[in-house]
């Protein structure tokens, strides 16, 4: 079997999909999985990663040909907007785009059962849920790097840290203003800030950020992000899935994570801390999108604790082993086998 494993934007595209593209390949090679980067119907299946133009041509001639196509479904209009300028504007003329463009698979990769839910308001294509899942090789020799990375951005511990772009849509808002509740405690946000395609909000929200609130930009190695944060802090609004909370996971690191479908799966108070959205003025601290500033403060103060913290991260980092590439990878061999 060979599959064209084709990623359109390839060179301008990071974060989340990228990394799950890169997680795609790195299975493949554990099951044996011959494939090709390249756009081509001189093999078994067609799986496209990002449904652009190109991509939604190579599906049409794929389809005369009769090669199955499989495409994953990483963007949503609902995961689109308040990420970078004028997102939120092409939004709107997206969804119908992506339904179009999905309706012409033969089989959509959702990364989770969240994912497949929004994804069937689209199209009535046969889905399949596979994870990003995690690298858990990526974060070998992590803990090497604390003493490095506290002594670089000036952090003591507990120290609370996010990983990834600085995008609104990911809780910035929430994350600045808990850093300003909690003067006494350093919070960092690991990951590229890119303020040309960033909105005005957002540039205002970092550059007024606390002084205990250090937004650091690119990072050489991620495994000083893991090393140096105690308390992952998680308020994002929208998710396909967060492979970045798999990470911290993987890492042992305790959870505070907003209380949103995506993250059904996980057991509050048993593997995470959920902070759900204040109810109607419950919290003075709520702002006009409903965001309990006050309950991330509670569920953080609450992991000062060092005991408490690794008991959260040692049963968060249990629950991670089912995430791993190894444990996850054959699912892609069955699922070309089953097309094919």
């Known amino acids: 079997m060979k599959v064209s494993h084709y990623f ?6 990071t974060g989340g999909v990228a990394a799950s593209v890169d997680h795609q390949r790195k ?18 299946v067609l799986h496209l990663n990002l449904m652009g133009p190109r991509s939604v041509w190579y599906a049409r001639r794929a389809r005369k040909a009769g090669v199955p196509v499989v495409a994953h479904t990483h963007v949503t209009a609902e995961d689109f907007g308040d990420s970078f300028r004028f ?6 003329p997206l969804r ?14 959702c990364p989770s059962e969240y994912n497949r839910a929004v994804i069937e308001e689209y199209t009535d294509a046969p889905t ?27 952090l003591d511990p507990p120290t609370v840290f996010m990983v990834g772009h600085v995008i609104k849509r990911k809780g910035l808002e929430t994350f600045v203003e808990t850093a ?34 250090t937004f650091t930009g690119f990072v050489d190695d991620i495994r000083g992000a893991y090393a140096a944060g105690d308390v992952f802090c998680f308020p994002t609004h929208e998710e396909n899935e967060g492979i970045a909370l798999l990470e911290a996971m993987s890492a042992g690191k305790p959870l505070v994570v907003r209380d949103i479908e995506t993250f059904s799966w996980l057991d509050d108070g048993e593997e995470c801390l959920k902070v759900g ?20 403060v509670e569920a953080i103060d609450a ?38």
């Open 8 to 13: 359109e934007f390839a060179e301008h595209v």
């Open 27 to 44: 299975m493949f090679d554990r099951v044996g999985i011959d494939y090709t980067t390249e756009p081509t119907l001189d093999a078994d």
């Open 87 to 92: 997102t939120n504007a092409l939004a709107r």
């Open 96 to 109: 119908p785009y992506l339904r179009r463009a999905y309706g012409l698979a033969d089989r959509l990769i």
């Open 128 to 154: 399949t849920v596979v994870s990003n899942g995690v690298d858990r090789g990526k974060l070998d020799g992590f803990e090497s790097l604390e003493a490095e990375y506290r002594d670089r951005y000036d």
């Open 180 to 213: 300003h509740r909690m003067p006494d405690v350093d919070f960092v946000w690991f990951g590229p800030i890119d303020r040309s395609l960033k909105g005005r909000e957002t540039k205002r929200l970092v550059d007024e950020a606390p002084r205990n609130c």
């Open 277 to 296: 959205d204040a109810d109607d003025g419950a919290h003075a601290a709520a702002d006009a999108r409903g965001d309990n500033v006050e309950g991330f």
């Open 303 to 340: 992991l000062r604790d060092a005991d408490r913290r690794a008991e959260l991260g040692a049963r968060a980092a249990e629950r991670s082993e089912a995430f791993s590439l190894d444990a996850i990878a054959d699912r892609y061999r069955s699922l070309y086998a089953d097309l094919v």
